[in-house]
């Protein structure tokens, strides 16, 4: 296939590598401009679980990326969905299919009900995280550290799930299963609920640059936190009738933890993997992409649902607290997704459109 890859950070330099790797036709996209210069004289190389060297193909203009792709990968944060997808919608096409990886604040939905206003019935497939876990070395080297072993995905329309299912298997590999619904996928997501704390409670090892392992610091009352914001956002999902993995299932499904607690889990993978290192930037994404279409997201549906979110409400709280940020209004997706005035049947209707 012809795989067009939005942005050309650590995940998306994975993803070309890794789609490449299984004998696709990658074309990358820059949308911040410059990020992808170097690939078109210099192979692009991985390292870790994937030692590969490819040449990757580079898109001037979103329009160039859609035009000449079967399928394309949205794989920038998601403080950059609406923008990157705005830009996309007016060079679609009918049948195309979008992946987006990994989807926040029900961004796929965005794009799929924005294409439609636009006349353009596209397939929009989804993933709560991404299929690999990897870091940029620079523009052309990435190591790649973990492919997860299963991974759900879901898809708007659903009557194209089946289509969508056997394209990520056929550019990744086996693991995958189908979500209820992008709802579900996007309650999935569980850095919001790790982040904000982790992030929250070490704020002064990011103030002062320290090395800090994260999962040595996922102390035992860091872990009750963050067990209590995964309690709320289980609970807002069995709201919608859906039914989420706990975080615990989450890391044993991830990286094989087979410790039952959330602070046995840190400390095993901190045995495993030493690392990763935690954020010393205070701009970092813990906070700046988590909070507002992670925990601020959750707290919409949560109004939504009329259902009380108080640990959830509270970390969003403290955490403009301590950057000075109302991330309440960063969030570009909630107001356009029309969710203050959304009821629960209502957008379930939207989540389940079968065509």
């Known amino acids: 296939m012809k795989v067009g890859i939005i942005g050309t950070g650590g995940i998306a330099l994975a993803c070309a590598a890794w789609i490449s790797q299984r004998h696709h036709d990658v074309s990358v996209w820059s949308p911040r401009g410059g990020g992808a210069e170097a690939l078109r ?19 001037d203009s979103p329009g160039e990326l859609a035009r000449d792709a079967d399928v394309l990968l949205i794989a ?44 353009i019935a596209i397939a929009v497939a989804s993933f709560g995280t991404t299929v690999l876990t990897a870091r940029r070395h620079d523009a052309t080297h990435v190591k790649v ?42 309650l999935t997501n569980i850095n919001p609920v790790a982040h904000g704390p982790l992030a929250l409670f070490n704020w002064t090892r990011i103030e ?19 067990e209590q914001l995964d309690n709320e956002r289980r609970a807002v999902a069995n709201a ?34 030493g690392g990763p290192p935690g954020p010393t930037d205070t701009q970092t994404r813990f906070l700046s992409e988590d909070v507002p279409y992670g925990l601020v997201f959750t707290l919409a549906l949560s109004h939504v ?35 203050p005035a959304e009821s629960v049947s209502g957008l379930l209707a939207r989540v389940n459109a079968s065509r």
């Open 41 to 59: 004289t210099t192979p692009l190389t991985s390292s870790g679980v994937l030692q590969a060297s490819v040449k990757v193909h580079v898109a």
């Open 76 to 119: 920038v944060p998601v403080n950059w969905h609406k923008t990157v997808m705005d830009a996309l919608i007016p060079h679609l096409r009918a049948g195309q299919l979008v992946i987006v990886s990994s989807m926040g604040s029900l961004s796929a939905l965005y794009l799929y009900e924005s294409a439609l206003e636009h006349g």
């Open 145 to 186: 550290m973990t492919r997860r072993t299963s991974l759900g995905v879901s898809c708007l329309p659903r009557s194209s799930q089946n289509a969508a299912l056997a394209t990520c298997e056929a550019l990744f590999g086996s693991g995958f299963t189908m979500d209820e619904n992008a709802l579900a996928t996007a």
């Open 208 to 226: 002062r640059g320290e090395n800090w392992p994260q999962y040595h610091f996922m102390t035992p009352r860091v872990a009750a936190v963050i």
């Open 240 to 273: 919608f009738g859906l039914q989420v993995r706990t975080i615990e299932k989450h890391f044993a499904q991830s990286f094989n933890t087979e410790s039952a607690q959330l602070a046995d889990i840190a400390a095993e993978l901190h045995h495993m993997r």
């Open 305 to 339: 649902a009329q259902i009380p979110t108080p640990a959830t409400e509270a970390t969003a709280a403290m955490a403009g607290l301590i950057t000075g940020e109302d991330f309440t209004a960063i969030n570009n997706l909630v107001f356009p997704l029309r969710l």
